[in-house]
């Protein structure tokens, strides 16, 4: 397992409750497992995705980089994300983001939304599982991001 070193060239610096940092563009971050560059060093496992010069290159089929579950990682009252996304090709209902298994543990999830051939955005949903139920949003289609270009993309839940 690669273990990131904690240097100024990986953050400028980090706000002190970031509980996962991952500068997928550094030249550290390769081979199959690597840990966040965060305080908590959460072990990532990266399953089919090719490492290039900007970060990693996934298929938008099955590729991804999971990262192992840990309570850090929950929406307890607030949560933000900040993801670096390119993308030239819509795919509807896809993960950028999140802490979501599709039958159970659902916590929260940053993704593409609608159906195909709709402009369907960007949507951001937190679970509350004992519930069963969710709250979000969408941006109303209005985003486009598979535009062949870099977006800073972001949620905020509080």
């Known amino acids: 397992m690669v273990e990131v070193a904690r240097s100024p060239q990986l953050h400028n610096p ?12 550094h030249n550290e971050f390769v081979g199959s ?11 990532c496992t990266v399953t089919g995705a090719t490492k290039i010069r900007e970060g990693f290159s996934l298929d938008g089929t099955d590729d991804h980089i999971s990262v192992a579950d840990a309570p850090s990682l929950s929406a307890l009252s607030a ?12 795919k509807t209902n896809k993960a ?3 802490k979501y298994f599709h039958s159970s543990d659902r916590e929260w999830i940053f993704k593409t939304g609608g159906d195909e051939g709709a402009a369907a955005g960007l949507e951001f949903q937190v679970y509350d599982q004992s519930e069963g ?26």
């Open 14 to 25: 980090l706000p002190d409750q970031c509980v996962l940092y991952l500068p997928l563009f």
């Open 33 to 43: 497992l690597f840990s966040s560059a965060d305080d908590f060093r959460h072990v």
């Open 79 to 90: 949560l933000t994300v900040l993801v670096w996304r390119w993308s030239d090709t819509f």
């Open 96 to 98: 950028i983001i999140g």
């Open 133 to 158: 139920a969710n709250v979000g949003r969408n941006d109303g289609g209005g985003s486009n991001l598979d535009d062949g270009a870099w977006h800073l993309v972001g949620a905020t839940y509080n």
